[in-house]
């Protein structure tokens, strides 16, 4: 199989050969992983029990998927990615807040997926060979699944689409035999010694719904266009696109998240996640959990650092895909070291997520103001004005910024900073919020309603589409 060729240009018709089920298969695939099963882990970590933390988790998801799930619709119409995609709203260098955004997501995910994941593994060697469960074997571990991670990554979306589709089918399976596994030891109530995070019950409910549910889906709000801009409006309507992405999101996050629960659980993972999964697990699951840890790590972070690539690709548009991604590898890999030896997995995921949902749900906001105000239509050419080096064109606003767009992202940036509760750091705005954790509803809210106020004026005018502007569209919006 060739490496891919294409970065973050304008994929061609012929190429564009994936469809719905692809995007299924992807988004299942990839999430039944040990970086994904960890979220589940984190309302019992909480002081949560079982229903309280399955409601949190499915009721974050639901909102999360509502809010994300549009957004792979912009990459059908543009085909780029989501980042670059934004240059119509942001303008072709304001766009760099998209790329910025999407690389921050993905480095933050690859790097976990690649710190459980080579925990797990060394817990499970230990236990088979008695290969002593140290910092050098982690970080033997660490350097094993990031090298075959950066192998899948480089090749690209064909060989990224094939790996899901094989732990589509791999993954539940071993899921589903760790149900029997983990059923002797499970308990509905909290792990011992664990307490209400927040002190009582409906504050640590919200913070889990929001860092255990919501995180979920919002982690793609860049990552969808990688997909999706291999798929042809011309063979697929949109409305396919829209539930295939929200059913592919639904079951590829709740399936490995509530497996999370149910271990944690049954395991009594309190203030760690790994280490207890791995004691608790009888010696016959052994096997199958090293293939677990090891198979989805390799698919779920080697599309995020796929995402990486593209993202890093885009700032620097002289650097190719396959060494943008090289750089990016190395920068994770870096991550996981340090967080793995410096920082406690509980405190370091649930800040990670906050605020990172912070400052990416305004910009995503403003991706879907500016879509539906545009009908869907994009002047794809002119969105590649800053990869070609060049200027001008519908998106050029301001010396290549939407001034509107990205003074309305900061707004809603500082505000979700304003309003987070994290292990680390508390907003001063929690005191008008009750101490309840709102900077995903805030931040989103603040940004969405400054830009519509910004540009109120030009939209209410019937601001030109590209179709008028350029007699230019990519594709025509149904």
Same mark, same amino acid.
Not at 280 to 299: D, N, Q, R, T
């Given at each position: 199989m060739p490496i891919e060729q294409r970065g973050v240009d304008t994929i061609p018709e012929e190429e564009r050969t994936s469809g719905p089920r692809d995007l299924i298969s992807i988004l299942l695939g990839s999430n039944l992983c040990l970086g994904v099963i960890v979220f589940g882990w984190l309302p019992p970590s909480f002081g949560l029990g079982l229903w309280p933390s399955v409601t949190a988790i499915v009721t974050g998801t639901l909102v999360g998927i509502a809010f994300t799930a549009p957004l792979a619709l912009v990459s059908l119409r543009t085909a780029t990615n989501l980042s670059t995609s934004s240059g119509a709203q942001f303008g072709v260098r304001g766009r760099l807040v998209g790329s910025v955004v999407g690389l921050l997501l993905a480095l933050g995910y690859t790097a976990l997926t690649l710190w459980i994941g080579g925990d797990v593994m060394a817990g499970v060697l230990s236990r088979?060979?008695?290969?002593?469960?140290?910092?050098?074997?982690?970080?033997?571990?660490?350097?094993?699944?990031?090298?075959?991670?950066?192998?899948?990554?480089?090749?690209?979306?064909?060989?990224?689409?094939?790996?899901?589709?094989?732990?589509?089918?791999?993954?539940?399976?071993?899921?589903?035999?760790g149900l029997i596994a983990y059923a002797p030891d499970f308990t509905t109530a909290a792990p011992p010694q664990t307490s209400y995070l927040l002190g009582s019950f409906w504050p640590t409910w919200l913070l889990a719904a929001v860092a255990a549910g919501l995180s979920g889906p919002v982690a793609f709000i860049t990552l969808l266009g990688d997909y999706t801009r291999y798929i042809s409006p011309r063979k697929h309507g949109s409305r396919k696109v829209f539930w295939s992405t929200a059913l592919g999101l639904l079951i590829?996050?709740?399936?490995?998240? /509530?497996?999370?629960?149910?271990?944690?659980?049954?395991?009594?993972?309190?203030?760690?996640?790994?280490?207890?999964?791995?004691?608790?697990?009888?010696?016959?699951?052994?096997?199958?959990? /090293?293939?677990?840890?090891?198979?989805?790590?390799?698919?779920?972070?080697?599309?995020?650092?796929?995402?990486?690539?593209?993202?890093?690709?885009?700032?620097?548009?002289?650097?190719?895909?396959?060494?943008?991604?090289?750089?990016?590898?190395?920068?994770?890999?870096?991550?996981?070291?340090?967080?793995?030896?410096?920082?406690?997995?509980?405190?370091?995921?649930?800040?990670?997520?906050?605020?990172?949902t912070a400052i990416g749900t305004p910009w995503a906001v403003i991706t879907l103001i500016g879509h539906v105000r545009c009908r869907g239509q994009y002047d794809a050419?002119?969105?590649?004005?800053?990869?070609?080096?060049?200027?001008?064109?519908?998106?050029?606003?301001?010396?290549?910024?939407?001034?509107?767009?990205?003074?309305?992202?900061?707004?809603?940036?500082?505000?979700? /900073?304003?309003?987070?509760?994290?292990?680390?750091?508390?907003?001063?705005?929690?005191?008008l919020t009750g101490g309840v954790d709102c900077s995903f509803v805030l931040s989103g809210l603040a940004g969405g309603l400054v830009y519509t106020a910004l540009t109120y004026r030009t939209a209410s005018a019937g601001a030109a589409t590209p179709a008028d502007a350029a007699g230019k569209v990519a594709v025509a919006a149904e």
């Open positions: 088979l060979t008695g290969l002593p469960d140290t910092g050098v074997t982690r970080a033997a571990m660490y350097g094993v699944l990031a090298a075959c991670t950066v192998v899948g990554a480089v090749f690209g979306y064909r060989l990224l689409l094939r790996m899901s589709k094989v732990l589509s089918i791999g993954m539940v399976v071993l899921l589903a035999v590829g996050l709740l399936i490995p998240q /509530l497996f999370g629960t149910y271990t944690a659980l049954a395991a009594g993972a309190g203030a760690d996640y790994a280490g207890p999964l791995v004691e608790a697990a009888p010696f016959w699951y052994l096997l199958p959990l /090293l293939s677990a840890a090891a198979a989805g790590s390799v698919g779920n972070a080697g599309l995020m650092l796929y995402s990486m690539g593209l993202d890093l690709d885009a700032i620097v548009p002289r650097a190719t895909r396959a060494k943008a991604t090289l750089v990016a590898a190395a920068v994770a890999t870096a991550f996981v070291f340090i967080g793995s030896f410096e920082w406690d997995v509980q405190s370091a995921m649930t800040s990670f997520v906050l605020l990172l050419d002119a969105l590649q004005v800053f990869n070609r080096r060049s200027v001008g064109g519908i998106y050029w606003y301001r010396a290549g910024w939407n001034v509107a767009a990205t003074a309305s992202w900061a707004v809603g940036a500082a505000v979700g /900073l304003l309003a987070v509760t994290t292990p680390f750091y508390e907003g001063p705005l929690l005191a």
